[in-house]
Structure formats: structure tokens, C-alpha cells
């Protein structure tokens, strides 16, 4: 089918409408408002988007629901912003439909607390989602009744499955990249719903200068400062939401938590998988791990304090020591038996040493050029061709050290050498 064709087909499918705070009108198919509709998809109106952050921003109560449907909204954007402007062999409608659900479905594979844990050895929500979308029931069938193979959706979301096809990797690229239909989605959002303006980004105007080019989304280089200003935005976002010091805190209880159970036998990692944010934090009346009181304590704002931090460092000796889970949990170990003779009363699991993963703020963004040569981000920016993004990661990556207030933080800064 031409672009056009193709075009008119999928606006006349989209006869059904859902409302939506940030992007308002979302336009679906009624096929899609049945995989909408089925119980797996309506799970993520249970998951909060941002987990702990509501102890900090209080109204930061979103869900997966929501920015799943924000997601598929944008993808659907852009796939009708190209077929628009730009005659291409790339799509097919079977292609765009299974695209569709991609990206409505991208994040059913998430648990609560999932993006806190990639420390965890648990498995990729990416993963778990191809695998409901394969073999749960009333999904599958939701998928096939909207003229979609399961598997062409599973090949989209999950980059481990082998794909050859064109058209599915360029929905693979589209999905998840620096520009994306995701990170627009999270970053406004999330903005949004914490009522501070640093992660909006003009969605709109990204939208009508993406192109497919050598079989790939490339951004027209009019628009580099795009690029830029998402790489700002993730940075401030980190900066003051994600890994704000109290958040920190928060997702180093519940990382301890869920290590130590795993570690001792009492939990089974595959029971995180189907649970929402109401079934996780009811772990700790099944779980026989002492190290559980902190669900409840994360549950109802019980903070552990910050003791202590600085700036993290690849070259020092103690960060060396605790980048990995097993020498942060040994050296917390050395912690608690220097700090238990002073403190009799403290225990084992309310030592928290807190190091967050590394962040990149590099972009492999293809770039298209005026006179139609393909260039990369990074060979066409100025700002970002310095060190500019491991600056940002530096800034933001502290050594913490958590305590119960009860434990006199000061001079505890030299437990962290």
C-alpha cells in the first residue's frame, strides 16, 4: 500500500478516544481498546510510574497505565507524521498494527519497583512482557483479533528475540532511542505530575522532523537541539527527581530488602513478577525475612537518614569495594559491627549503603543532513562532543550512606573510605 493508503486506513480505524491529562485526546482502534481493556494491561493502572518519588512530590501518582497509553499515543504520532510527508517501502499495515500494540504494550512486563532493582538478578520487564504477550490467554487472542501475529509484537518489544525483518527493526530503533516515543512520553510526564518544568519537551515539533533514512528514524539536523535538550532534561530530571536523596533512600531500602530475602532463600524472585504496588508492599507479612520491615517503613514514609555522601569515584578504593551488590553488602556488614557497639539497639538491615547504576547521557542519534547524507549526533554536535555527558553522570552518581536517625551522623563520613 502507498503512504496515503495507508495513512487513510489507520485514521479511519481510530474511532475510539480516551482521555488523557497530558497529551488529552488518544486516539485507538476498538481492537485496541480490547488489549486496552484485558486484565494484564490493566494491572499498570496499579503500578505507580515512580514508585518512591511520591514522598517527595506528592501528586507524582501516575501509573504504567497512563504513560503506556502516552507511549502508544506518540508512536502512533510519529508513524502517521511519516507517512504523511514521506513515500517509503518500509511500512505495511500488518507492520504498523503490530507496532501499535508494541508500544501499548511495551511495559506489561514491569513490577513495582522494577526499574529500582536492574541491580537485582531478575529478569528484563522486557522479557516477561514478550513472554505474556506469547502465552497469556486473553492477550494473545486480544493481539490476533486486531489482525497481529503475538510474535511480531514480542519481536518489537524484546531486543534478545532474533529479528530480521526491516520493518520490525525499524520499529525496534523507533521504540528505543534517544528521541523515542518513551522517553517523551516519561520525561513530560513525569514533569508534569511533580509540577516542575525542567523534563518538558516539544513532543510536537520532534514529531514532524523525524524521517526514515537508510532504513532507519533519523532527525532532521534543523532539529539537533532536540537531541540537546532531552540530554538536559534527563540530567535535571535524575538531578532533582529520580535520584533526589530522599527517592535515594527510598529505592536503597527496597533494593536491600528484596537482596537480602533472595540471598537468604526466603523469596523467590519469580513472585515479584506478577505483583502491583498493593501486593508487593503485602510481602512482608509472607516473607519471614526480618529485613522486610523496610517495605513497610518505604510503604509509610519511614526514611532511613542520610549519614553521609559524596561524590562517587570509579578510582576509589571503598567505591571499588561496593559497586558490586555483593561487596556493598559485605562492606555494610563491617559497618554494622563497627557501629553496633556504640548503637546496641540497630540492626543488621538499617546499614544502607546506596550507589546508583551508571547513566548515559550519550545519543547515537542517526542525523539527516540538507543535502540528504546521514550523519550522527555526535559527529554534528558541538556541546556533546566533549566530555559533556560523562560531566553529567559524575554530578549526579553519590555515595550514600543511610542510618536510622537515631544514629549520630556526624564524623560517619570517614565510613565511607
Not at 207 to 223: F, Q, T, Y
Not at 229 to 256: C, D, N, P, Q, S
Request: charged share 25%; aromatic share 8%.
Amino acid at each position: 500500500m502507498h503512504a496515503s493508503s495507508l495513512l487513510a486506513t489507520i485514521l479511519s480505524e481510530e474511532t475510539m478516544t480516551v482521555r488523557d491529562a497530558l497529551w488529552q485526546d488518544i486516539r485507538l482502534s476498538p481492537e485496541l481498546k480490547r488489549i486496552q481493556e484485558t486484565a494484564v494491561f490493566q494491572k499498570l493502572g496499579r503500578i505507580r510510574q515512580l514508585g518512591p518519588v511520591a514522598l517527595v512530590y506528592p501528586s507524582a501518582v501516575h501509573t504504567r497505565l497512563e504513560h503506556s497509553l502516552g507511549v502508544y499515543h506518540l508512536a502512533n504520532e510519529i508513524v502517521l507524521s511519516l507517512l504523511s510527508r514521506q513515500e517509503t517501502d518500509i511500512f505495511t499495515l500488518t507492520g504498523i498494527h503490530a507496532f501499535q500494540c508494541a508500544a501499548l504494550l511495551h511495559d506489561i512486563g514491569h513490577f513495582p519497583y522494577a526499574h529500582s532493582l536492574k541491580e537485582l538478578p531478575l529478569t528484563h520487564h522486557e522479557a516477561l512482557a514478550s513472554e505474556l504477550i506469547m502465552h497469556e490467554p486473553v492477550l494473545n487472542e486480544a493481539i490476533k483479533a486486531a489482525g497481529v501475529e503475538p510474535s511480531l509484537v514480542a519481536d518489537i518489544i524484546d531486543t534478545s528475540r532474533p529479528v530480521q525483518r526491516q520493518e520490525t527493526l525499524f520499529y525496534r530503533n523507533l521504540l528505543s532511542g534517544t528521541l523515542d516515543p518513551d522517553k517523551l512520553d516519561y520525561l513530560n510526564r513525569d514533569a508534569f505530575f511533580c509540577g516542575i518544568p525542567y523534563g518538558f519537551q516539544d513532543a510536537p515539533y520532534i514529531i514532524r522532523r523525524l524521517s526514515v533514512a537508510d532504513g532507519k528514524p533519523a532527525l532532521a539536523e534543523s532539529a539537533i537541539s532536540s537531541v540537546e535538550h532531552v540530554l538536559f532534561a534527563k540530567y535535571l530530571m535524575y538531578r532533582t527527581v529520580y535520584w533526589h536523596k530522599e527517592v535515594r533512600a527510598a529505592t536503597a531500602m527496597i533494593k536491600k530488602a528484596l537482596l537480602s530475602a533472595l540471598a537468604e532463600g526466603s523469596l523467590d524472585k519469580e513472585a515479584l513478577y506478577g505483583l502491583d504496588d498493593a501486593s508487593f508492599f503485602r510481602l512482608q507479612e509472607s516473607v519471614g525475612c526480618p529485613a522486610f520491615t523496610l517495605l513497610g517503613d518505604v510503604r509509610d514514609g519511614r526514611l532511613l537518614s542520610l549519614a553521609a555522601e559524596r561524590p562517587y569515584s570509579k578510582d576509589d578504593p571503598f567505591d571499588a569495594k561496593v559497586s558490586s551488590l555483593e561487596g556493598r553488602m559485605g562492606q555494610e556488614a563491617l559497618l554494622f559491627s563497627k557501629l553496633s557497639i556504640q548503637y546496641p539497639h540497630l540492626k543488621p538491615w538499617e546499614v544502607v549503603i546506596d550507589i546508583p547504576e551508571p547513566v548515559s547521557f550519550e545519543s547515537d542519534m542517526p542525523i539527516l543532513k540538507e543535502d540528504g547524507t546521514l550523519s550522527c549526533f555526535a559527529c554534528e554536535d558541538t556541546l556533546f562532543k566533549g566530555d559533556l555527558g560523562e560531566q553529567f553522570s559524575r554530578c549526579l552518581r553519590m555515595t550514600r550512606l543511610y542510618l536510622p536517625s537515631s544514629v549520630d551522623g556526624k564524623n560517619l563520613g570517614n565510613l565511607l573510605h
